[in-house]
């Protein structure tokens, strides 16, 4: 039998060595304090008086229903439980809705620099991956790049906003250029939205289901591990036209069938939170990326713009470092004790080695430290 393990990620390789060598991890995304005691007590109130069986497939109705009200009042969707399919975190609504629309042989536009699952669940289904290349330092979508990427065989375009690893949105415009694209060939939009809570420019969130040219062909990703800081409950959504998330559903009935009841009792509960908690809650991490930028160009390194998310990049050449992204996180793992991420974990071709990304929902005097460490390695250069 030959064996052929697949690598680890990124995230899981950079949390390793920074727990090894005690570093401060500012690589893998998550925060360093709990952010939501209400969802704890929600959860545990749920284990204590609901049924412990097997939700319904697609998602308890009151979690769908809870979906729907929160992103009316949020973001003004005009939603219907038939358009929910809740699943066991975003990861698996994205696995679910590539699976449901991607045959052997079809092909997927992704933009990279890009999530890491992207391209692994294409393959496995099947499918064969055209990159095009996200163009810095704005991240702007080369839509003629994209435009040339469509090929008959071509089935769905999967698109990240708040985007994650750059940090950036797709304004409404490109959103409207895509739906032009996804129109003409008759492609599905994939997107990615888990990071739709996280954005620090006082930009409103866009999604493709806004726009009237997009929204039957497209599916909207939800995490409430990133809506409440518990990315360890695992808990996510894809909505989309009913036609289409029945198609999700075929899927996700044969990879989890459903996810964790309780969680699922307090995620309707903590949407249903008024949207002062959530206002307040996506508050509380404005000043931490405000101290890590500040924090880094006061050191002299180069941030670059960002709206959205919990990451900044850095520019490696702007900050007078080799453009070698890789052996700088080495180097500031072992020399400074600060785990970063090299964006060109984010890329399967052509990968740029000139940034690096930095996670900041972290708790202050931990990003001082961080700040200082990373602030020290740059002057001994
Ligand atoms: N998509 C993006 C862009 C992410 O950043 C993440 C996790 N940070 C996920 C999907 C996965 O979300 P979940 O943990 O809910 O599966
Ligand atoms: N999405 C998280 C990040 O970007 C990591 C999730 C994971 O470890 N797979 O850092």
Not at 95 to 102: G, R, T, W
Not at 194 to 205: K, L, N, P, S
Not at 357 to 377: I, N
Request: hydrophobic share 45%; proline share 7%; aromatic share 8%.
């Amino acid at each position: 039998m030959r064996l052929t393990t697949p690598p680890t990620t990124v995230f899981t390789r950079m949390s390793a060595l920074a727990q090894e060598t005690g570093a401060i991890n500012l690589g893998q995304g998550f925060p360093d304090a709990e952010h939501a005691p209400e969802l704890i007590a929600m959860a545990q109130r749920a284990l204590a008086e609901h049924s412990q069986q097997y939700p319904p497939m697609r998602g308890l109705a009151e979690l769908r229903q809870a979906v729907c009200d929160f992103y009316r009042r949020e973001q003004g969707l005009a939603l219907t439980p038939e358009h929910v399919v809740v699943t066991s975190g975003a990861t698996e609504a994205l696995a679910a809705s590539i699976l449901a629309f991607v045959q052997p042989g079809d092909e997927v536009v992704l933009l990279q620099p890009c999530y890491d699952a992207y391209v692994p669940l294409v393959e496995r289904a099947g499918g064969a991956v055209r990159m095009v290349s996200l163009s810095p330092p704005d991240w702007s979508i080369p839509f003629d790049a994209l435009e040339a990427a469509i090929t008959p065989a071509t089935r769905m375009i999967v698109a990240c906003t708040p985007n994650n690893p750059t940090s950036t949105l797709i304004p409404r415009a490109a959103l409207e250029r895509l739906g032009a694209l996804c129109e003409a060939h008759d492609l599905v939009l994939l997107c990615d939205e888990v990071w739709e809570a996280m954005i620090f420019t006082g930009d409103a969130h866009c999604s493709p289901l806004h726009l009237a040219g997009l929204r039957d062909r497209s599916i909207k990703v939800g995490s409430a591990g990133k809506l409440f800081s518990l990315t360890g409950w695992k808990l996510g959504w894809a909505l989309a036209a009913p036609p289409l998330a029945a198609m999700i559903a075929g899927q996700h009935q044969w990879l989890t069938f459903t996810s964790a009841v309780p969680l699922q009792w307090a995620v309707a509960e903590g949407l249903a939170l008024p949207p002062e908690w959530h206002a307040s809650h996506r508050a509380t991490y404005a000043p931490r990326r405000q101290q890590l930028i500040d924090g880094l160009e006061a050191a002299g390194f180069a941030v670059l713009p960002s709206a959205g998310s919990w990451f900044v990049s850095m520019d490696l050449a702007a900050s007078g470092l080799p453009a070698d992204d890789e052996m700088v996180a080495e180097r500031l793992l072992r020399e400074a004790g600060v785990a970063t991420i090299p964006l060109s974990a984010f890329y399967r071709d052509g990968a740029d080695k000139g940034y690096l990304r930095l996670c900041f929902a972290k708790q202050e005097a931990v990003l001082d430290d961080a700040v200082e460490r990373l602030a020290g390695f740059r002057r001994g250069l």
